[in-house]
């Protein structure tokens, strides 16, 4: 059988200033009552309500769940899937971050597939099933979840981040907005840029890379290093809020159908046992990560280290790779990224760990895409090098 590579997008994708407002001619295609999967900080911001007052306008109901926080966990999706069937919800509508999308995800496709979400890890259950619609709304320019067929949920019980990968994960609409980012606080701006960023780098360096991915990848590296100290600096500044919303959307596409890589590999565990936020578990482990990774993928690199140089530079790809590496290192210094021990990570408690989460990541996968593979041992190392890694 002859293979092929594949390039997967959900069904419709709106961007620019104002998308939001397709929300109801989306939803009145899909379902007569929709699920809002969101957070208490959309719900003060008024976000849920305009999602609210959209779909009144068309005729299409709503019930909201609003419990998902920074880490989305099993016992989440268990209590969303319990509001959708007592509500008796047609479609999903996710508006927030990354942990609004994940969630709704995998109650998109509990709903029609049945189970625990956990059953569809590593593909030991295949969803042979559609998923409900689901209408993915991001408010940060950073998971790129609004574009992957990917969800990360933690297994409360063994505090695993569980990586999910199927087709039907990907929503069916996905609406980027940037006036939706501009709430965004400068951390959170900062964190999920760089793991944008972290998206956009993994895609264009990972083992599974293809002509495809690699457009996207670039194009979305060019867009957050042009765009992201503007964005942090003013969080008003709606052309670098749309660059950025553009940026973490290509990359999203980029690493959904090219694989991540050792960041993420390491990060999950990270999330998992320590509670942080995946945005800054993978911006304190990039640079990181991109020493380790330099010697054999420099000519990748040195196509991002020649979008940070002078525009008139004229550099090896040695001296590009080098650049690459040194200007991701400045920028999270410039973003205020805090190493883990400056993040409040108790020391003992992370060393204990870090046998632990050395194999949480091998057995992820991710690493194995890495262009540079790691033994447990370098990555081991690698944890304890960025407990108090200096940006």
């Known amino acids: 059988m002859v293979e092929c590579k594949t390039f997967q997008t959900p069904q419709m994708l709106y961007y620019q200033q104002n998308a ?18 969101s957070d208490k900080i959309m719900e003060e911001l008024g976000n849920v309500q305009k999602c609210i007052d959209l779909l009144s306008e068309v005729g299409v109901e709503s019930a909201v769940f609003l419990e998902v926080n920074s880490e989305p966990t099993d016992e989440h999706v268990a209590a969303a899937m319990d509001v959708l069937e007592k509500e008796q919800c047609d479609l999903i509508i996710s508006i927030g971050g990354g942990s609004c999308i994940d969630t709704a995800k995998a109650v998109a496709i509990l709903a029609t597939n049945g189970g ?20 993915a709304i991001p408010t940060t320019a950073g998971t790129g979840s609004e574009a992957t067929d990917v969800t990360v949920i933690t ?3 063994n505090h695993v981040k569980m990586m999910i990968k199927q087709p039907v994960l990907m929503p069916t609409v996905a609406i980027v907005d940037p006036l939706l980012s501009v709430s965004s606080p400068k951390s959170v701006t900062a964190a999920t ?13 990972s083992k599974k890379a293809q002509p495809m991915t690699d457009v996207m990848a670039l194009s979305a590296m060019k ?102 590496v040194e200007s991701v290192k400045e920028l999270c ?13 108790e020391e003992e408690a992370f060393n204990e760990a870090i046998d632990k989460m050395a194999d949480d990541a091998l057995d ?3 690493p194995g895409n890495n262009p540079k593979v790691p033994t447990k041992e370098e990555i081991k190392a690698l944890y304890t090098t960025c407990y108090t890694y200096a940006f």
């Open 20 to 37: 939001l407002q397709k929300l109801g001619f989306q939803a009145k295609q899909y379902g007569q009552k929709a699920l809002i999967v």
């Open 116 to 135: 625990y979400i956990g059953d569809y890890m590593n593909q030991q259950k295949i969803a042979s099933k559609a998923s409900l619609p689901h209408i």
């Open 155 to 157: 297994n409360t019980s």
């Open 193 to 205: 840029g760089v793991d944008a960023l972290c998206h956009a780098i993994e895609a264009y360096i």
């Open 223 to 324: 867009y957050i290093v042009r765009n992201l100290k503007a964005a942090y600096d003013d969080g008003e500044n709606i052309a670098a809020r749309e660059g950025m919303a553009i940026g973490a959307l290509q990359a999203g596409m980029a690493f959904s159908n090219a694989s991540v890589c050792l960041v993420h590999g390491m990060s999950r565990p990270i999330g998992a046992l320590f509670n942080v936020p995946h945005g800054f578990s993978n911006a304190m482990l990039l640079p990181a990560v991109l020493e380790y990774s330099r010697e054999s993928c420099v000519e990748r690199l040195a196509d991002l280290g020649r979008l940070f140089a002078e525009e008139d530079a004229v550099l090896t790809n040695e001296q590009a790779a080098d650049v690459a």
């Open 333 to 345: 210094k410039y973003l205020s990224i805090p190493n883990l021990k400056e993040w409040g990570i």
């Open 364 to 366: 992820s996968g991710s």
